[in-house]
């Protein structure tokens, strides 16, 4: 009954990656998956920033303002130092960021790709 009416699905046999994309592929997705935000936060390490974040099943730190130097910034977080402590923020609570001077940006990414 089924071979009549529905046709049945047939998939492959194997289905195996390569190992390695072609050309400097791997290069380019590695560029790419980082988020534009990482990005601008990366170009502008070392500048005093006032980062301001909210943390909505706390109520001590309901609404938190961070004032540091950029020291480092992943896909997920930013590490922020000033004189007397280190914070540790996951972008995810970020609402926004205060640059004290203007911000390095550079939205062309044909580079990424030479």
């Known amino acids: 009954m089924n071979g009549t009416y529905y046709n049945t699905p047939t998939f492959p046999k194997d289905i195996s990656q390569p190992s390695s994309p072609p050309g400097n592929i791997s290069a380019m ?3 790419l998956e980082q988020s534009l935000i990482e ?5 502008n390490k070392g500048q005093e ?5 909210s943390y909505p099943d ?3 730190w ?3 303002k961070f004032i540091g130097t950029i020291k480092e ?6 590490i922020l130092e000033n ?4 914070f540790l923020i996951r972008l995810l609570y970020i609402n926004f960021i205060e640059f004290n001077k203007p911000i390095n940006y550079n939205p062309d990414y044909s580079d990424t790709f030479k």
């Open 83 to 86: 004189d007397t402590e280190n």
């Open 49 to 53: 920033v006032c980062v301001y974040a």
């Open 58 to 60: 706390s109520n001590e």
């Open 39 to 43: 990005n601008i936060l990366r170009l």
């Open 73 to 78: 910034a992943g896909k997920d977080h930013l």
């Open 62 to 64: 309901r609404d938190k």
């Open 29 to 31: 997705t590695i560029s």
